[in-house]
């Protein structure tokens, strides 16, 4: 997985300089990052169903505990890649195995492309100036490669390969 994604060591700095920033705050950085995807692909709002209801619109599901407990899960998961930026490798099976979770519940793997853009606009907006086109390169190397290794978890591949 490191090896498709070669991140320099100032792009591995620009990306924990920059989530440190966000760390305080996740659940509403993560807000900001789900209400621009419910913006961009409101198609996916029905996927979000707690114990069988569903939202009448994105404030509603933005605003219901379970799904706040989704966002703090996700933001968890930028956590873990941000944390592991010398080896992402190590999360080649927890990720393959989110992006099966992900297929189940039936998201598209072209939903990521919508959501690679709410995380770029989550940052943009929450850095502020900080957010330089070098600080966008870096992230979108680092959603890349998280995405190519849920995408895995699509593909029907025996054990072991």
Known sequence: ????????????????????RLSANPVQHGLVLFARLFDLDPDL?????????????PQECLSAPEFLE?????????DA?????????????YLCNLGKKHQAVG???ESFSAVGES????LEKCLGTAFSPD????????????VKA????WESLPEGE
């Open 81 to 93: 890649a941000v944390s592991h930026l010398e080896d992402l490798s190590c999360l080649e099976e």
């Open 135 to 146: 600080v966008r390169e870096a992230w979108s190397k680092l959603y890349s490669a998280v």
């Open 45 to 57: 709002l029905p996927l979000f169903q707690y114990n069988c209801k569903q939202f009448s619109s």
């Open 107 to 109: 998201v598209k793997v």
């Open 1 to 20: 997985m490191a090896s498709e994604m070669p991140l320099s060591a100032g792009q591995r700095d620009l990306i924990r300089e920059s989530w440190r």
């Open 119 to 122: 995380l770029l606009y989550m």
């Open 70 to 78: 989704h966002v703090r899960k996700v933001m968890l998961v930028i």
């Open 150 to 153: 849920m995408q895995r978890g």
